[in-house]
């Protein structure tokens, strides 16, 4: 059994169909069946049930699916790390950031890997920030900026810096300043904000926010993309709160109010990295 075989059977899995499945791999269908066969044999296993109208998988190839999916894209991953440390300093990197440093501190970072490294490519990429970690440990990002500190026998975090919070709202609200900020004032505004986990500093922040304004937000709306809560704002759906630095978009329609508060912003990274172009891009992250 090898593992071409295995990507074959995923495929045709996948599309349920011989000839659409041998023009995807780019073999013959005779080829495609002939591997399919093999490995069924060696695996005393039937994982298709065939006839003229369809294909189908059998219970047995359907549990063979969902196991080996799984470790294919893992396994995949690490090859494709592994390439990147053959690489060198000639590689790429992939970063996972908050919308939130989109304006300031990443065209920083990037400005400063360009100019020292400049035959390095960097592959940027915005998740939910609970996945951000998900992706390092699965070697799909090597680097991670988040709000949220995380250490474990895999993962380092660094403090970068503390961000402001702001009120957001619409250009057209009555509030101007941090001291009009009430109760009174956001009685009956629905609030757009990132998801909150419980215990992690964002949310504990959020709290502590709405315990010093009286506030009890009507929460009708979660998103962990910036641009897409400053729209929502624009478009007269609500307020947020988010970081001030979210200002740096100069977004139409909308207005920050600083407050009084800050969230952290972490860098995590493998420990024990072996990735000579992410040790070297390490060394360039200080603000």
């Known amino acids: 059994m090898t593992t071409q075989q295995i990507e074959y ?13 041998s023009y995807k791999v780019n073999i013959t269908q005779s080829v495609l069946s002939r591997q399919i066969k093999a490995l069924e044999e060696e695996l005393q296993i039937e994982l298709f049930k065939r006839s003229n109208r369809k294909v189908e998988l059998t219970p047995a190839g359907r549990f063979l699916q969902q196991q080996w999916k799984p470790l294919m894209e893992k396994m995949n991953a690490v090859i494709q790390y592994g390439r990147k440390i053959h690489q060198g300093e000639g590689g790429s990197v992939v970063i ?18 360009l100019a020292v490294f400049p035959g390095i490519k960097v592959e940027l990429v915005q998740s939910k920030h609970t996945h951000g970690i998900e992706l390092l440990k699965a070697f799909e990002a090597d ?75 009507d929460i009708r709306f979660e998103s962990d ?5 400053l729209s929502l704002i624009e478009k007269g759906f609500g307020v947020s709160v988010m970081p001030l630095s979210y200002s740096l978009a100069n977004h139409p329609g909308v207005r920050f109010i600083k407050l009084p508060f800050e969230v952290p912003l972490y860098l995590h990274w493998r420990k024990n990295e072996d990735n000579a172009v992410v040790s070297n891009i390490l060394q360039l992250t200080a603000p």
Not at 9 to 21: G, K, M
Not at 185 to 202: K, N, Q, V
Request: negative net charge; charged residues 20%; hydrophobic residues 40%.
């Open 9 to 21: 059977f995923l495929q045709l899995s996948d599309e349920l169909h011989y000839w659409r499945t």
């Open 96 to 113: 996972n950031h908050p919308g939130s440093i989109s304006y300031d501190m990443l065209p920083d970072l990037l400005s400063r890997i």
């Open 143 to 217: 680097l991670c900026y988040s709000r949220h500190q995380y250490n474990d026998d895999f993962v380092v975090s660094k403090l970068i810096r503390e961000d402001s919070l702001a009120l957001v709202v619409p250009v057209a609200n009555p509030i101007l300043t941090e001291p009009d900020i009430t109760a009174e004032a956001l009685r009956g505004e629905p609030f757009i904000l990132s998801t909150l986990t419980d215990g992690e500093t964002y949310q504990l922040r959020m709290e502590q926010i709405f315990t010093r304004y009286g506030i009890e937000p």
């Open 225 to 229: 993309f910036g641009s897409m809560i």
